[in-house]
């Protein structure tokens, strides 16, 4: 039986520091909101309707989700910003799941660049995915989005992002390190990731 393993705090070292600040430089929010405006200003006309594209975007697929979130954190709902207990998860989840969904429809309905709307599609569908298994298994979303964002700048902007990959090792690493997950559980999450941000936009673009 797979438990939690959170809430072993390891002893602080150099390592350890290094950890902690993969994970929050490399923490889902950042990747999703970094991604969203570069592939916005990449595949819109000009770099004004771009940045226009990638503010509703990621709004809606991060910015509403993490306020929700802080606001659960400050009245004692949630315990941290990375949802180390999972039994927190599904319900951010679903909120997460839900505001990106809508983002996705006003990407529609505001005529955004076909690739933006294949971005955001593929988040639903990561998410729904990471939903479904964490009702049984505490999956890493962190190395889910990290692979997933490597696939998706892969597909847009070329071969030459395969060079990132030490990124998505890194915060493998970082959250083994820091007893958030198992080996299993950012390596799944990284198939995972990768694997439906692939298909999703291949399919869509």
């Known amino acids: 039986m797979t438990r939690d393993i959170a809430q072993q705090q390891p002893r602080r070292t150099g390592a350890l520091v290094v950890a902690r600040l993969l994970t929050e430089a490399l923490a889902p929010i950042v990747l999703i909101v970094a991604l969203l405006f570069a592939v916005a200003i990449h595949a819109s006309p000009s770099v004004g309707r771009g940045l226009l594209y990638g503010a509703v975007t990621a709004f809606f697929a991060g910015g509403l989700p993490y306020a929700i979130m802080m606001l659960g954190i400050r009245r004692g709902h949630l315990g941290d910003r990375h949802l180390t207990k999972r039994q927190e998860r599904p319900i951010m989840m679903v909120i997460g799941l839900v505001s990106v969904t809508v983002g996705l429809l006003l990407t529609w309905w505001l005529g955004a660049p076909r690739a933006l709307f294949a971005l955001v599609a593929a988040m639903v569908a990561g998410v729904a ?9 505490k999956i890493s979303i962190h190395t889910a989005c990290a692979a997933g ?3 998706i700048l892969v597909l847009e902007f070329g071969a030459a992002m395969w060079a990132l990959c030490p990124l998505v090792a890194g915060i493998a690493w970082a959250r083994v390190s ?3 997950h198992t080996v299993a559980q950012v390596s799944t999450g990284a198939l995972v990731g990768f694997a439906v941000a692939t298909l999703t936009m291949a399919s869509l673009r």
């Open 178 to 180: 820091l007893r958030d």
């Open 129 to 137: 995915v990471a939903l479904a298994i964490t009702i049984f298994w």
């Open 149 to 151: 964002t490597l696939a």
